[in-house]
Each structure stands twice: as C-alpha cells, then as structure tokens.
C-alpha cells in the first residue's frame, strides 16, 4: 500500500485546506498519515484529549493517544487507508474517563488516486448511547420493577364510572385470586374497614382533595380473604383531563400492616421507655449518651431536646475507673454485669442504685453500645438497714427471753452441784474434828470437789458467753461440733433431768468440725431444746434425739423429740416473724425465724422435716475441711 501512495501533505496545507470549519467545528476532525502519524487535529481535540499538547503532532497515534485508543481507531483508519470510507462506532479512553464515539474515517487521495492520509471525523455519541439503551430497558425495567415490588398497581381511569383497574399483585397482598374481586370502585369500598370510611372521597371532592398537590397519600386498612384487616399506604395521583380538571387517579397500595404495628409497638416502648420509673441510659463504649429517657433527664437537670455529651463528665473518677476496669470486661465477656453501686453525682447527691448492664453487638461480635437500667435503691437500703437493727434488736429480745425461759433451771443447774460441795466440806470437817482425815479420803474430796467446780464453772461460763453482746455477731470460727452440743447440753440438764426428758445421743457423731459463730450457734441449739421441752412436758414419754449425717461439704444435724409432728397449718407459717403457738407471755414467736436466719448467714439453714412421724427439725451446717481431706474419709469416719 505504501508504494501507491505520496507523500502526506504538511499541517499549514491541511490547515489551510479545512479553514474554520476544521478548527471550530463541533466534532473531533484528524488528518492521519498512512505511517499512522497524527498530522492534523482541530480544536474540539484539544477539548477531549486535554493532556495532548501541539508539539505532539506528527507523531504515531499510539504514542500520543495510548495503545488503547490506538487499537479502537486503527480498524477505521485501516479500511479508509485501503480506499474505502467506512463508519463505525468506538469507545475511546478519554482522560475523564471512556466515551462512545461515531467514527467517520475518510481516505484522501492525490493526484494520481493514491491514498496519501485519512480524515477522521469523530462525533461523541455517549449521552445518545445511553439515551437509546435506557429506552430499550425501560419498559423491561418498569416491568419488572412492579412485580419486583410488594406494591399494587391501580387506575381509575375516570372518576365518572365505577370502573377501576388492578395489577395482579394487589390481589395478591389481599390473598384474593383475580376472578374473586371485582374491578369496580364499589366493591373495594366495601372492603375498607368501617373506621378508616371517613378517609374515602367521592368524585364530586376530587378537586378539593387535591388542591394543593395532584399527589396525595392516605392509609387505612382493607379486608383480606382471610377477613382480617390490614394496613396498607395508598399513594394516589390525579390527573386532569382537558378542560383542566383532575378526572383519572393512579395509584399505587402498598401493604405496611408490620410497619404500623413496629409503629405502634415502638410508641407504646417509647411511652414506657419515658415513663419508666428507673434510670435508662443507651451509650457506646466510649460514654457518648445516645439516648436518655425522662427519668434520667429529670435527675441530671438535662435537657432531653438538646445533646447530652459524654456520661462520664457527669462522673467521678473512681465511678469512671470501676466502669472501664470492671463493668466493661464483663460486659465484653458475658453480654451483661449486674450489681450494686452508689451514685455520687447523680441529681447532686448520693444515691444507691442497683444497676444491669446489658451490651449489643454487631453482626461481627463487635460491641456497638450499651444500655443500662438503674434502680433507684436508696430508700430501700435505708430501710434494709433500719431492718438490721430492728433484726438485731428482735434477735437480742430473743436471746434474752431464751434467758428467761433458762432462768427457772439454773438454781438447779448450780444448787445441785454447790449441795455436792457443802457436803463434801461438811464431811470434810467431821473427819477433821475426829482426826480420820487420810490421804487417800481427802485425795477423794479433793479430786470431787475439782470436778463439781468444773461443772459449775462451765455452767456459768455458758451463761456468760451466750449473754455477751460485745462478740460480734458476723465472727466465723471452726468449733467442734460436740462440744457446741455438749455447752447447751450443760446449760438444760438439770431441768431436763428434774421433768425425766432425756437427751439420746447413742447415733450422734460430733467430732467434726463446723464453720459457725458460736454465740448464734447455741442459742439455735438452745431455742430448739427449749421448744422440744415445751412440746413434751405432758407427754409420757420424753425425749429429745440428736443424730448427724454428712452430704459433701455439709453436715446435718437432726434434733428431734418424741412429739408427734407438727400439723401442716403451722408448720407452714411457723417460720415467720412473731409467729407463736404458745400461750401469751410465754413466747415471743421470733426464735424460729431467728433461728433460721442465723442458720442461713452462716451458710447454713434450718427446716422442719414432716416426713418424721415424730417432731424433727434438720440443721445445715458448713464443714471445716483440713486441705486435703476427702469427703470419703469423712464417710468413714461416721460409720466407724
């Protein structure tokens, strides 16, 4: 092909050639030489390859334009350097990006007919190209863009008639074949729900129901094939016909019964949410407040209108380090951290609050925020403490009517042990008088006078330890468990001994330790004695038992007496507070209740059991365990 063809002309002829139709025209114009150099370009080419400068002409296209603008052109150009003019349709990379472009190639000949360059007339296509593909999925879309949407379609093509016209997916939503609804007016009316009729117009009103905007929207709710009714969006457009007036309606019904009902739930969690008697609080991780209900507001003194900051400007630093050092790792770890805490600066003052905090999560496990509930304990825990005294006072009324009933027996418990004495000296004193003192009969009242003192002295020291108020009533120590029994055992014998209740211990084992205060201890040992006493005074046969069995880590120490049981009616209620079968003046109804709840702060309990055919209550103690010790060794130990 380069043999036939001269010599490209120069750029000044070329220019000279096209005049200002080629500089000025409104298309890409370019002169290529059958080397593929770009010899000529009009202005519009400035205008489009923005980065291609003058000095650049005369060079190959592809250098200029890029190989990938080169390689959408050179088909063209090829044909046109053959002789043939052709058209084709490209995209070109643009420096803002790629375009479509109508491409006019044109083979320019000398004077011998040989082709010496190509014109190419480029015509930027782009916003056509689109124009046209968007019309040819138009309609496609809008096709499926209905069905796509859960939205019925409607016409009314004139309000005058009682014709109307629906897309099959409004029958669809109501649950109704085609064939089952009517296309008139009159019978969709018939299924709006009775309530909603004072939203319907007639065609007389058109024109005052759209005065302001052909566009309006109304919601009510329309009767399914189910017969429930639900809630549905109506968007309706008038419009109007020649003489000026709104005669056609188009609309589209969209169901929004869920929506209404989250509507409805969210405004009724919003009303509880405000009225709250609590303090509600949603904050992110950081402290940000995104949300606060009333109750909060009122005690911060916060406007819940304007942005409330960071919550811990409101708090104190000790408040902030518990929070990000405690509360927040539970949190992150377990979902939520509950507990009690003082609020030093909420509504300016102190405050005891018991609090949860719950955390929620994003899809990816993150912690986006926090809500926390506080309730407002302040009153409560004063009045929790008011309850410790009144409790401590009830116990100590207790301990002291425990006294009381011990009062009759301890002239027996001591004068019996002081007679033994006097006897002992007056003898004593005879054998001095007629000189028959030996070492071996004063060896004897010596050694049975020790042992007398012993007795009374651990009568009275009894006496004086449970009467103490200085032991603190929370001290835990590890006492063994017979000698707990054997101090109360001390205390009552001789009463029991003068009234023949005897005290069986033949299935008792004691030698293990408990974890108890003892002071409280046997004045629960001593409360039950005194009640078995009471219950069996004129019964003829008088005992009170005393048996252990060892579960785990606790041991069960069974007091029972030879009663009867107790009837359901009392045994039920026999627990609480002041209440007393017994005669008035002879009980105070509080060392039950007493009992057990000096059982459960030592980790214990105290129970009736009514499966006895006799009268038996069960104490739960905790064992002491040296490290080491198992509980099959403990086994072995009470069946041996």
């Known amino acids: ?94 420096p803002h990006g790629k375009s479509y472009f109508d491409e006019n190639c044109v083979p320019d000949y000398d004077d011998k007919k040989n082709v010496k360059g190509v014109i190419a007339f480029l015509t930027d296509i782009t916003e056509k190209k689109f124009v046209e593909s968007a019309l040819e999925e138009s309609y496609e879309r809008q096709i499926l863009t209905v069905k796509s949407l859960d939205v019925g379609i409607w016409d009314w ?58 566009r309006i929207e109304r919601e009510f709710r329309v009767r399914t094939k189910s017969g429930q009714y639900r809630w549905f969006r109506h968007s309706m457009f008038a419009v109007k016909n020649e003489e000026g007036d709104y005669r056609r309606i188009v609309g589209a019904s969209r169901d929004i019964h869920e929506e209404k009902e989250t509507h409805n739930q969210m405004k009724i969690y919003k009303e509880i949410f405000d009225n709250s008697p609590d303090y509600i609080i949603l904050f992110n991780p950081e402290g940000e407040v995104l949300e606060m209900n009333q109750k909060y507001c009122e005690a911060l003194g916060v406007d819940k209108s304007k942005k409330i900051g960071n919550m811990w400007d409101r708090a104190t630093t000790e408040e902030r380090k518990f929070f990000f050092e405690v509360v927040l790792p539970e949190v992150k770890e377990n979902g939520f951290w509950q507990g009690e805490i003082e609020l030093k600066k909420l509504a300016n003052r102190g405050q ?89 009969k004063l060896e004897h009242f010596v050694g049975m006078s020790k042992k007398t003192i012993k007795r009374i002295a651990r009568i009275v020291s009894g006496l004086l330890r449970f009467s103490n108020q200085g032991l603190k009533s929370d001290e835990i120590h590890n006492y063994q468990l017979s ?52 219950a069996i005074g004129d019964l003829d046969e008088k005992w009170i038992k005393l048996t252990t069995e060892i579960r785990g880590q606790t041991i069960l120490l069974r007091v029972a007496d030879s009663g009867s049981g107790i009837p359901e009616e009392i045994h039920e209620r026999m627990m609480e507070p002041f209440f007393s079968t017994k005669e008035v003046g002879k009980g ?13 702060s030592m980790s214990g309990d105290l129970n009736y059991n009514p499966e006895n055919d006799n009268t038996e209550f069960v104490l739960k103690l905790k064992l002491h365990r040296p490290v080491g010790e198992s509980i099959d060794e403990d086994k072995s130990k009470m069946s041996a």
């Open 483 to 534: 000698d707990l029994v054997a101090n109360v055992i001390d205390m009552c014998s001789e009463k029991f001994m003068s009234h023949g209740v005897q005290v069986l211990l033949s299935e008792f084992e004691g030698d293990q330790e408990v974890e108890v205060n003892r002071i409280q201890m046997e004045q629960v040992l001593l409360n039950l004695f005194n009640n078995s006493y009471d």
């Open 588 to 600: 105070t109804g509080l060392g039950l209740s007493i009992s057990k709840t000096i059982m459960e």
């Open 157 to 214: 093509v004139d309000v005058d008639s009682d014709t109307v016209y629906w897309s099959s997916k409004f029958f669809e939503l109501l649950g109704y074949d085609q064939s089952e609804v009517e296309p008139s007016v009159s019978h969709f009316l018939s299924l709006i729900h009775p309530e909603d009729q004072s939203k319907i117009f007639g065609s007389e009103e058109i024109d005052e129901v759209f005065a302001e905007s052909p």
């Open 352 to 440: 005891f609050a018991n609090v949860v905090v719950n955390g929620v999560c994003d899809d990816n496990g993150e912690l986006i925020y926090l809500t926390s509930v506080m309730r407002d304990i302040t009153e409560s825990k004063k009045m929790q403490q008011q309850i410790e005294v009144e409790r401590a006072k009830a116990y100590q009324s207790s301990r002291l009517a425990a006294l009381g009933e011990m009062a009759a027996g301890v002239a027996h418990e001591i004068n019996n042990p002081l007679a033994i004495l006097m006897g002992a000296a007056h003898n004593l004193d005879k054998m001095l008088s007629r000189k028959e003192v030996t070492e071996e």
């Open 1 to 94: 092909m380069s043999s036939n063809q001269s010599k490209a002309p120069s750029f000044k002829k070329i220019e000279d050639r096209f005049g200002a139709f080629a500089k000025e025209g409104p298309f890409i114009l370019m002169y290529i030489t059958p080397n593929y150099e770009l010899a000529f370009v009009n202005k519009s080419f400035f205008d489009y390859f923005h980065t291609v400068s003058e000095d650049q002409l005369g060079k190959p296209i592809e250098e200029v334009l890029g190989a990938e603008s080169f390689a959408a052109l050179k088909p063209s150009i090829d044909k046109a350097l053959e002789g043939k003019s052709c058209n084709f349709e490209t995209i070109i990379s643009l």
